[in-house]
T-cell receptor
Framework: AQTIHQWPVAEIKAVGSPLSLGCTIKGKSSPNLYWYWQATGGTLQQLFYSITVGQVESVVQLNLSASRPKDDQFILSTEKLLLSHSGFYLC????????????FGSGTRLLVI | GEKVEQHQSTLSVREGDSAVINCTYTDTASSYFPWYKQEAGKSLHFVIDIRSNVDRKQSQRLTVLLDKKAKRFSLHITATQPEDSAIYFCAASVGDNSKLIWGLGTSLVVNP
């Protein structure tokens, strides 16, 4: 069975500090991977997606970047956090080559102060 | 660009009543329409989907209807229970590689 794991579960960070959020998918080869952001009580905003290792497409950057260093790993990061980065970050995966539902991780809740 | 519109931001029903959440989409090529549920403070999880080769799909108390002509799809929940209270998101496929366009979410409140 496939599993998706996001880390950390929650973070409180200072404005201007760096950030790195991780996502790992086990049990599925070459998945499509996605990063989403959700403001508190807000809508889903897709940030990035990746269909293969080393290839990441930006949808909305929000002064964030993403990388896929391994087939099963997706990283979201920034050098300098802004207050507006606060929110709920969700990683998701879907099978390649077919329209299918996404499976979401449990998310990382970020508070920037 | 392509859009998915979810017209109700909130929906309040009494326990036991039915709830209907409506979505419309713009991409005539959309062929896959999933629904997700987000309980308070939690992540999203998949609840039901429908593909464009059918116009109705049922899973227990959930039914999805698809009207391709009107580019409209809806989630019907019968015999609602308090645990159905959540935000429901609809989505539609666009292009290839499993890209989804999302609605803004409907907050369903089931009152005891």
């Amino acid at each position: 069975a496939q599993t998706i794991h996001q880390w950390p579960v929650a973070e409180i960070k200072a404005v201007g500090s760096p950030l790195s959020l991780g996502c790992t998918i086990k049990g599925k080869s070459s998945p499509n991977l996605y990063w989403y952001w959700q403001a508190t009580g807000g809508t889903l905003q897709q940030l990035f997606y990746s269909i293969t290792v080393g290839q990441v497409e930006s949808v909305v950057q929000l002064n964030l970047s993403a990388s896929r260093p391994k087939d099963d790993q997706f990283i979201l990061s920034t050098e300098k956090l802004l207050l507006s980065h606060s929110g709920f970050y969700l990683c998701a995966w879907s099978p390649t080559g077919e329209d299918s539902d996404y499976t979401f991780g449990s998310g990382t809740r970020l508070l920037v102060i | 660009g392509e859009k998915v519109e979810q017209h109700q931001s909130t929906l309040s029903v009494r326990e036991g009543d039915s709830a209907v959440i409506n979505c419309t989409y713009t991409d005539t090529a959309s062929s896959y329409f999933p629904w997700y549920k987000q309980e308070a403070g939690k992540s999203l999880h998949f609840v039901i989907d429908i593909r464009s080769n059918v116009d109705r799909k049922q899973s227990q108390r959930l039914t999805v209807l698809l009207d391709k002509k009107a580019k409209r799809f809806s989630l019907h929940i019968t015999a609602t229970q308090p645990e159905d209270s959540a935000i429901y998101f609809c989505a539609a496929s666009v292009g290839d590689n499993s890209k989804l366009i999302w609605g803004l979410g409907t907050s369903l409140v089931v009152n005891p």
